[in-house]
């Protein structure tokens, strides 16, 4: 009789290679799906940040006698395209209040990131609108603040 050599089945060293294979996947898998997450946020914020400045635009360009209305966290000039920069709107501060309650829900959006919209006396607009994904730990390698400019000629 010959002695039958051919194992069948895993040995307990064959399985637990398996085991780590199949974990070092699953953990690849894991991170993608907090790195999808993370850019998913950073660009759902993108387009808000894009929202805010385009439709700040257009409502200085429709209203361009109460331009001074929509400075913010900046100094108004005296004159902006010759007119005066003192806001008589309540139209106008009622926009500004709902813009910038909009502007609040970027994270970060306060005295360390602030938000501004600047207009000089010739009509040059700058809308800066920032925001920092750092105080979610779990996007915490994603701590750089991030910053929208938009600048615009109103006239």
Same mark, same amino acid.
């Given at each position: ?18 085991? @780590? ?5 699953? @953990? ?9 997450? !993370? ?6 914020? /993108?387009?808000?940040? =894009?929202?805010?400045?385009?439709? @700040?635009?257009?409502? #200085? ?5 109460? =331009?001074? *209305?929509? #400075? ?14 003192? *806001?008589?709107?309540?139209?106008? !501060? ?22 501004? #919209? ?9 809308? =800066? ?14 701590? %750089?603040?991030? /910053?929208?400019?938009? %600048?615009?000629?109103?006239?």
């Amino acid at each position: 009789m010959r002695a039958h050599s051919d194992q069948a089945g895993f040995t307990l060293i064959e399985g637990m290679i398996s085991l @780590l294979i199949l974990s070092v996947g699953l @953990l690849g898998a894991a991170y993608m799906q907090v790195y999808v997450h !993370t850019t998913t946020a950073q660009t759902g914020y /993108r387009a808000l940040a =894009t929202s805010l400045a385009s439709d @700040l635009v257009s409502q #200085v360009m429709a209203d361009s006698q109460n =331009t001074g *209305c929509y #400075v913010f966290n900046s100094v108004a000039p005296a004159n902006i395209n010759g007119r005066s920069s003192v *806001c008589n709107s309540p139209a106008a !501060t009622a926009f500004m209040a709902a813009w910038k309650t909009r502007a609040a829900q970027l994270p970060s959006a306060g005295a360390s990131n602030p938000n501004s #919209v600047a207009i000089n006396a010739a009509g040059l607009t700058t809308i =800066t609108l920032q925001w920092d994904l750092a105080r979610d730990s779990a996007q915490s390698s994603f701590n %750089v603040p991030h /910053r929208y400019i938009l %600048v615009t000629q109103v006239s």
